[in-house]
C-alpha cells in the first residue's frame, strides 16, 4: 500500500512537471494521468472499495 501512495505522489509530481514547462507534451500528460488512475483504482481494490461494477460478481438478476 505504501508503493501506491508513493507512486501517486511521483505521479502527480511528474504531471505537475510536464504542465509546468513551457510546451507541455500533452500525450505524457495522458499516459501519466492514465497510470495514475490504475494506481488509484489497484489502492481501492486493495482496501476493499470502490470496485468497479464489471469487476464485480454479483449474482445475474
Aim: charge should be positive.
Amino acid at each position: 500500500m505504501a508503493r501506491l501512495v508513493d507512486r501517486l505522489a511521483d505521479l502527480e509530481r511528474r504531471i505537475a512537471a510536464e504542465r509546468s514547462r513551457g510546451v507541455p507534451d500533452e500525450a505524457a500528460i495522458r499516459r501519466l494521468s492514465r497510470e495514475k488512475l490504475l494506481a488509484r483504482d489497484r489502492m481501492a481494490a486493495l482496501m476493499g472499495c470502490a470496485m468497479p461494477r464489471w469487476a464485480r460478481q454479483d449474482p445475474e438478476p
